[in-house]
């Protein structure tokens, strides 16, 4: 398998912007995608591919790549934005998405 | 309304089995590869095992390999996850998703969307 990294905690003043990273060797060859959890509840795709936002999903929230780092970032923080975002990707077999990141928390401040 | 419903969780001694379900709806079930992520009790996402729409293709972690197997019926618009030998690190809830490809450059790349809402399965003396 390979590994997605991430920080374990990021913090933003509400309505400023934050990025959110992943970092894996994957990543230089396959989209990441981006996940939102909430304390309870099941997670929810936030950005998928290159920068692609499922229907419902606020246009504050968008994606980028580059290199071997991924990123999610939040333009205008919500206080509804604080949660743990999840990074995936395919795993370095090629195979399937087993690769998860360990999870960043977001503190909407 | 696409959807995904878990089924069959509970508490079980080590060494233990249980049969996970997943019943699908409002989506061609056998179109889509689907797989089973889990969460341990305050711990991130841990992707478990996977199969292909026709079933020919099935990878599991290395953690629960030769321990679960993951199956579908695609006539029952099912997904199951059969789970034997269980130790108290399988605690976990555990989630399906539905896995959705597409191609960029010359890969495909895919994402998971949606998951259902998680069965907890703890595996306690």
């Known amino acids: 398998s390979s590994e997605l990294t991430q920080d374990p905690a990021v913090s933003v003043a509400l309505g400023q912007t934050v990025r959110i990273t992943c970092q894996g060797d994957?990543?230089?060859?396959?989209?990441a995608s981006w996940y939102q959890q909430k304390p309870g509840q099941a997670p929810v795709l936030v950005i998928y591919g290159k920068n692609n936002r499922p229907s419902g999903i606020p246009d504050r929230f968008s994606g980028s790549s580059s290199g071997n780092t991924a990123s999610l970032t939040i333009t205008g923080a919500q206080a509804e934005d604080e949660a743990d975002y999840y990074c995936?990707?395919?795993?370095?077999?090629?195979?399937?998405?087993?690769?998860f990141g360990g999870g960043t928390k977001l503190t909407v401040l | 309304e696409v959807q995904l419903v878990e089924s069959g969780g509970g508490l079980v001694k080590p060494g233990g089995s249980l049969r996970l379900s997943c019943a699908a709806s409002?989506?061609?079930?056998?179109?889509?590869?689907m797989n089973w992520v889990r969460q341990a009790p305050g711990k991130g996402l841990e992707w478990v095992s996977s199969?292909?729409?026709?079933?020919?293709?099935?990878y599991y972690a290395d953690s629960v390999k030769g321990r679960f197997t993951i199956s579908r019926d695609n006539a029952k618009n099912s997904l199951y996850l059969q789970m034997n030998s269980l130790r108290a690190e399988d605690t976990a809830v555990y989630y399906c998703?539905?896995?959705?490809?597409?191609?960029?450059?010359?890969?495909?790349?895919?994402?998971?969307?949606?998951w259902g809402q998680g069965t907890l399965v703890t595996v306690s003396s």
């Open positions: 994957s990543l230089r060859s396959y989209y």
């Open positions: 409002g989506f061609t079930f056998s179109s889509y590869s």
């Open positions: 995936n990707s395919r795993d370095s077999s090629g195979n399937h998405l087993g690769v």
């Open positions: 199969i292909s729409s026709s079933s020919s293709y099935i």
């Open positions: 998703a539905r896995e959705v490809r597409d191609w960029g450059g010359s890969s495909w790349y895919g994402w998971f969307d949606p």
